[in-house]
């Protein structure tokens, strides 16, 4: 299929790395252009657009892969935006984390100009967009799903129906909050265990093994033992996320306890300095400033 992919950041560059695999034709944009050209230096079949305007300009499917609502808003709808050339019919999909409010007024306002859209949030961090096996949770239409599966089968494993356009936000903000949560109780728990004088090899290779096990235990507790905080997702991301979710939550008038303690840790852990680094990080606001290793 003819695809644009608007934004090649660390998850971006990937997924559509995958898509120029798959045999599509990529046209991509990104706002440091410099990122654009290089990544076609190493697709060559690949091509660069001056804005999102050029890109969509032929495009069955225009993806958007960036940080939060108003990007993608003004990428598809505003000065040079991707809606300004694109053809009627053509399908839009948005896999950046947005919350479902912002997927429905975009949905909405592309519609009305006869473009179809799904909101199709990922999860998996970079190592799963690297090999193509991320999970999608998208919503919209069921025939626009179903259209969009060669385009997102080659960059995802697991690829879900949620139900209307909103509701794969709903899944995506829900779900990372849950992984949020997980990784603060896998740091407190570290911590805890290194106050009490435990084997942490050992209660680290118990927990894998039995109901403790986790893909945050597989992912985090070393980076969180060792300090080191190389960016799989962002800590400010996962803030983000987190406070989308609580945002959603309220408005339907419910509450999720454990999503607000673990936002004001990770808020705490951005404020230090490491809204940057991996979110494994939010343990630094968990530990005892004389406390330098588990």
């Keep these: 299929m003819k695809t644009a992919f608007l934004g090649l950041g660390i998850m971006g560059s990937r997924m559509a790395a995958n898509l120029v695999r798959a045999g599509h034709e990529v046209t991509v944009w990104n706002r440091t252009a410099a990122t654009a050209d290089a990544f076609v230096v190493q697709h060559p079949s690949a091509r660069v657009a001056p804005t999102p305007r050029d890109a969509a300009a032929d495009a069955e499917v225009v993806l958007t892969m960036v940080v939060d609502g108003p990007q993608v808003e003004r990428l598809l709808l505003g000065a040079d935006g991707a809606a300004d050339r694109a053809q009627p019919g053509t399908l839009f999909i948005d896999c950046s984390t947005i919350g479902p409010s912002a997927a429905r007024v975009i949905g909405v306002t592309l519609g009305n100009h006869g473009f179809a859209f799904l909101d199709a949030p990922v999860t998996g961090s970079s190592p799963r967009a690297e090999d193509g096996t991320l999970t999608f ?49 896998l740091g407190q728990a570290l911590l805890a265990a290194a106050g009490a004088g435990a084997d942490l090899d050992a209660l680290v290779a118990v927990m894998a093994a039995g109901s403790g096990g986790s893909a945050m235990l597989d992912l985090k507790a070393t980076p969180m033992r060792t300090r080191d905080y190389t960016t799989l997702f962002k800590l400010d991301h996962m803030l983000k996320d987190v406070r989308l979710c609580l945002e959603t939550v309220r408005s339907d008038g419910g509450d999720f306890e454990f999503g607000e303690r673990t936002e004001a840790i990770l808020a705490a852990a951005s404020q230090m300095g490491y809204g940057e680094q991996d979110f494994a990080a939010l343990i630094e606001a968990l530990r005892d400033p004389a406390e330098t290793r588990l």
């Design 137 to 185: 949770m998208v919503g919209g239409e069921r025939h626009e799903f179903e259209r969009a599966r060669p385009v997102l089968e080659a960059m995802g494993k697991v690829i879900v129906y949620a139900g209307e356009v909103g509701q794969g936000q709903v899944v995506k903000v829900i779900n990372n909050t849950v992984a949020a949560v997980n990784a603060a109780t």
